[in-house]
């Protein structure tokens, strides 16, 4: 009889630099995870501008992206996301724990991001990293009946 497989470890995620060559990937990742994605063109700006644009990989894998502006004193988490088959392993809390590290190094004092009201999933990770709300966008996003507000979660970054 065979023996029954091992249950590995999970191998060490890896928060790398984003190129120009993750583009197709990060565009099928968006695609495959929000109703209103933004496109490829936007990814490529995002790249241009200098904003810090990150991949995260596991096992040398794709497994998700995020995405940073920085400048006096703020960041702000533009884009987050982890490919549906990796998610509920921890990564998505990494990956921002990973962009706090980014947005301290950079010198910000404050990091802000506006998420739906209807994710739940992605304001219960930010909640139980010590964001806050601090406001409300209203019709900020594109929704299929409408307009969805934007909730503003803040985080201080410094003592
Ligand atoms: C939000 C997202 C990045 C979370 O990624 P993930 O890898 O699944 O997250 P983690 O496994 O690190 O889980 C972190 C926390 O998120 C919450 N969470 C994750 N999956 C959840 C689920 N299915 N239901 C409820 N809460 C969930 C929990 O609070 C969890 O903490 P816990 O494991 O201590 O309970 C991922 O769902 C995603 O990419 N969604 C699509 C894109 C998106 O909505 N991005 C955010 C835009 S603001």
């Known amino acids: 009889m065979a023996t ?9 995620p890896v928060l790398r630099p984003m190129r120009e ?10 695609r495959d995870s929000y109703a209103f ?5 936007v990814f490529r700006d995002c790249l241009r501008v200098g904003y810090l644009c990150r991949v995260l990989e596991i096992d040398h894998r794709f497994a ?17 996301c982890v490919r549906p088959e990796h998610r509920c392993r921890g990564l ?24 739906r009201p209807s994710n739940t ?3 219960r990770l930010y909640q139980s990293l010590g964001l806050s709300q601090v406001g409300l966008r209203r019709g900020y996003y594109q929704a299929a009946n409408g ?6 979660m803040r985080l201080r970054l410094v003592p």
């Open 4 to 12: 029954a497989p091992q249950h590995l470890p999970m191998p060490e």
């Open 21 to 30: 060559d993750d583009v197709p990937a990060v565009v099928q990742a968006e």
């Open 37 to 41: 994605p933004w496109s490829e063109p």
């Open 64 to 80: 998700g992206y995020g995405i940073l502006s920085t400048g006096a004193g703020e960041a702000h988490i533009l884009n987050v």
């Open 92 to 115: 998505g809390r990494r990956l921002v724990v990973g962009l706090f590290d980014l947005a301290r190094a950079a010198g910000a004092e404050d990091l802000f991001l506006e998420v």
């Open 121 to 123: 999933t992605a304001i």
């Open 147 to 152: 307009r969805e507000d934007a909730i503003v």
